[in-house]
């Protein structure tokens, strides 16, 4: 499939007048044919306008047909061979056995919907009888179901072109749940973007369902994506990206004469406590193992341990040390994009000239353009809790070290913290009942809680959650990875008293969906 550089607004390929913008490679320090043409506000328009004219015909078509589409972008996705992963390489620096498991990962989100979508659990069908009889008042007939709340506008994150972005997880819920999509295509890989975003044009066209149900934005600067939030047929927003980004897009959509929601996922350093026992039986292990963490995809991922808490004792040494010796090892190479090199530089220079903290190792320098050179910095508690820049994330392969006096000292930083995507504990049995003065507050700051392990590396299933309280997300009741994903885009309607024959099927007396439901108060399996 030939990159044109086009626009896909519903079934057609648009070409942008609102100037031009090409892809760059990284790794080789180079822009990327070919141009790409940029679309403004009149785009916009037509692709909202299109999505909302969808909207009914989409979310009342079969489930059978839904699911079916999610599919059918799966298929297509994996029928872009190994061109979609070329050009992401040359769009990402990412090496191709990370591209290839991150495409594996896309379409099993993609199916993984589809038979979340075929089961219909997220419709929450619940039915109350009606009681006639009921004195002092009758109740009426009650049945509520979910449905989807509209077109969903969504922002591709640069460091997942596959997964996060075109057809990534906020796309696929987005679409499971009955929502047609706009996407605005993130300018680190739009040819990525323009591949994937054909092969959902084409499963939409071969499926019969509305153009509308799918639109692929190209713009150059913030113009383009704050119009798609502040368009009125616009109904709900998910993002990744930076703070400064999801923030700006929340207030958007809060001034709005209908405010949406914006389910941002933004910013987190994912605390990594290390508990005495664990440090006493396992220090080289468990830093060895943290620095592969840290180093992971050049640090890129937004579950990366950014802060390590230990306590003072004899064992801390050892584990700082294997940390330092491991971390050496590691050399410098190229981020996706050289603003986001840029910005690894300049927080790593600034962490470096900051009072009470000491750098403690770096990678080694290499000619990689566009590179992160790994750092670790160490610094204690008091210091910590009295420098705020200290808990800003750095997005690149770099952590700080924070060493505590007691538990108590450790607790007051894990109550300082703000929310995160993740938190850690490496613990033994002996470390339980440190453990459980923690968890309080670390269930009140994040979204996934880890045990003996590392954050990096997200299972896409039914019980994941990634998210958490802000500024990890804009919405701490929702999870962008996983089944539950599909939550952000629906909301409940309750039907009273309506006659049978202009009820939704999966509420009709006989079940025709074969669904579980709740009926009068108690699941009820078909
Ligand atoms: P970004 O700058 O926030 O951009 C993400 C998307 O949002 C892009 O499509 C961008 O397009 C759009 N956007 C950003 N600010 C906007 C605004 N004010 N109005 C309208 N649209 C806006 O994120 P990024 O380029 O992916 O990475 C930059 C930084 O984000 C990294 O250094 C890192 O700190 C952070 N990051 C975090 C995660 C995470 O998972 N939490 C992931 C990746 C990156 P335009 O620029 O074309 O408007």
Same mark, same amino acid.
């Given at each position: 499939?030939?990159?044109?550089?086009?626009?896909? %607004?519903?079934?057609?390929?648009?070409?942008?007048?609102?100037?031009?913008?090409?892809?760059?490679?990284?790794?080789?320090?180079?822009?990327?044919?070919?141009?790409?043409?940029?679309?403004?506000?009149?785009?916009?328009?037509?692709?909202?306008?299109?999505?909302?004219?969808?909207?009914?015909?989409?979310? #009342?078509?079969?489930?059978?047909?839904?699911?079916?589409?999610?599919?059918?972008?799966?298929?297509?996705?994996?029928? #872009?061979?190994?061109?979609?992963?070329?050009?992401?390489?040359?769009?990402?620096?990412?090496?191709?056995?990370?591209?290839?498991?991150?495409?594996?990962?896309?379409?099993?989100?993609?199916?993984?919907?589809?038979?979340?979508?075929?089961?219909?659990?997220?419709?929450?069908?619940?039915?109350?009888?009606?009681?006639?009889?009921?004195?002092?008042?009758?109740?009426?007939?009650?049945?509520?179901?979910?449905?989807?709340?509209?077109?969903?506008?969504?922002?591709?994150?640069?460091?997942?072109?596959?997964?996060?972005?075109?057809?990534?997880?906020?796309?696929?819920?987005?679409?499971?749940?009955?929502?047609?999509?706009?996407?605005? @295509?993130?300018?680190?890989?739009?040819?990525?973007?323009?591949?994937?975003?054909?092969?959902?044009?084409?499963?939409?066209?071969?499926?019969?369902?509305?153009? !509308?149900?799918?639109?692929? #934005?190209?713009?150059?600067?913030?113009?383009?994506?704050?119009?798609?939030?502040?368009?009125?047929?616009?109904?709900?927003? !998910?993002?990744?990206?930076?703070?400064?980004?999801?923030?700006?897009?929340?207030?958007?959509?809060?001034?709005?004469?209908?405010?949406?929601?914006?389910?941002?996922?933004?910013?987190? %350093?994912?605390?990594?406590?290390?508990?005495?026992?664990?440090?006493?039986?396992?220090?080289?292990?468990?830093?060895?193992?943290?620095?592969?963490?840290?180093?992971?995809?050049?640090?890129?991922?937004?579950?990366?341990?950014?802060?390590?808490?230990?306590?003072?004792?004899?064992?801390?040494?050892?584990?700082?040390?294997?940390?330092?010796?491991?971390?050496?090892?590691?050399?410098?190479?190229?981020?996706?994009?050289?603003?986001?090199?840029?910005?690894?530089?300049?927080?790593?220079?600034?962490?470096?000239?900051?009072?009470?903290?000491?750098?403690?190792?770096?990678?080694?320098?290499?000619?990689?353009?566009?590179?992160?050179?790994?750092?670790?910095?160490?610094?204690?508690?008091?210091?910590?809790?009295?420098?705020?820049?200290?808990?800003?994330?750095?997005?690149?392969?770099?952590?700080?070290?924070?060493?505590?006096?007691?538990?108590?000292?450790?607790?007051?930083? @894990?109550?300082?913290?703000?929310?995160?995507?993740?938190?850690?504990?490496?613990?033994?049995?002996?470390?339980?009942?440190?453990?459980?003065?923690? #968890?309080?507050?670390?269930?009140?700051?994040?979204?996934?809680?880890?045990?003996?392990?590392?954050?990096?590396?997200?299972?896409?299933?039914?019980?994941?959650?990634?998210?958490?309280?802000?500024? @990890?997300?804009?919405?701490?009741?929702?999870?962008?990875?996983?089944?539950?994903? %599909?939550?952000?885009?629906?909301?409940?309607?309750?039907?009273?008293?309506?006659?049978?024959?202009?009820?939704?099927?999966?509420?009709?007396?006989?079940?025709?969906?074969?669904?579980?439901?709740?009926?009068?108060?108690?699941?009820?399996?078909?």
């Amino acid at each position: 499939m030939q990159i044109t550089g086009d626009m896909l %607004i519903g079934g057609s390929a648009v070409r942008g007048t609102k100037g031009t913008l090409r892809a760059f490679d990284p790794a080789r320090n180079m822009e990327i044919e070919p141009e790409f043409g940029a679309g403004g506000t009149v785009e916009v328009d037509r692709a909202c306008e299109l999505a909302a004219l969808a909207f009914d015909p989409y979310r #009342l078509a079969p489930l059978e047909t839904r699911a079916r589409l999610l599919e059918a972008i799966a298929d297509n996705i994996v029928a #872009l061979g190994d061109a979609l992963i070329e050009r992401a390489q040359a769009e990402s620096a990412l090496p191709k056995a990370r591209l290839e498991g991150e495409r594996g990962r896309t379409v099993g989100q993609l199916r993984l919907f589809a038979s979340l979508v075929r089961e219909g659990r997220w419709l929450a069908a619940t039915l109350d009888s009606a009681m006639p009889e009921r004195k002092p008042l009758p109740r009426s007939d009650l049945r509520a179901q979910k449905i989807p709340v509209g077109p969903v506008g969504v922002f591709g994150a640069s460091n997942f072109p596959l997964a996060f972005s075109v057809a990534g997880g906020d796309t696929a819920s987005a679409l499971a749940a009955g929502c047609p999509v706009v996407v605005k @295509a993130h300018p680190a890989h739009l040819g990525t973007s323009e591949l994937v975003g054909r092969a959902i044009q084409k499963a939409v066209a071969d499926s019969g369902l509305p153009e !509308g149900v799918f639109s692929l #934005l190209v713009g150059a600067g913030n113009e383009i994506g704050e119009a798609l939030v502040a368009h009125p047929a616009i109904k709900s927003v !998910g993002f990744t990206g930076s703070r400064r980004g999801g923030v700006a897009l929340v207030n958007i959509a809060a001034k709005r004469r209908e405010p949406i929601p914006v389910f941002a996922e933004m910013s987190s %350093i994912n605390p990594f406590f290390v508990l005495p026992g664990a440090l006493a039986k396992r220090a080289e292990a468990i830093a060895t193992g943290f620095v592969e963490s840290v180093t992971l995809g050049v640090g890129q991922f937004c579950t990366n341990p950014g802060l390590v808490l230990l306590l003072d004792g004899p064992h801390k040494q050892t584990f700082i040390d294997a940390a330092a010796k491991a971390l050496a090892q590691k050399g410098a190479q190229t981020m996706l994009t050289a603003g986001i090199a840029n910005a690894y530089k300049d927080g790593v220079s600034q962490r470096r000239e900051l009072n009470g903290v000491q750098s403690i190792a770096q990678g080694q320098q290499s000619d990689a353009s566009c590179s992160a050179l790994p750092a670790l910095f160490q610094t204690n508690a008091m210091q910590f809790l009295a420098t705020a820049q200290l808990e800003d994330e750095i997005f690149g392969p770099t952590s700080l070290i924070v060493t505590c006096s007691d538990i108590a000292e450790m607790v007051k930083v @894990a109550e300082y913290i703000e929310g995160q995507l993740t938190a850690t504990l490496q613990i033994e049995p002996e470390d339980y009942e440190i453990a459980r003065q923690l #968890l309080p507050t670390l269930e009140r700051k994040a979204g996934r809680i880890l045990a003996n392990g590392f954050p990096t590396g997200v299972e896409v299933c039914h019980a994941m959650v990634h998210g958490g309280p802000y500024p @990890a997300t804009s919405d701490a009741r929702a999870t962008s990875v996983g089944a539950m994903a %599909i939550e952000r885009f629906l909301r409940p309607v309750c039907y009273q008293d309506l006659p049978a024959a202009l009820l939704p099927q999966a509420l009709h007396d006989e079940n025709p969906l074969k669904l579980l439901r709740i009926l009068d108060g108690k699941p009820v399996q078909a």
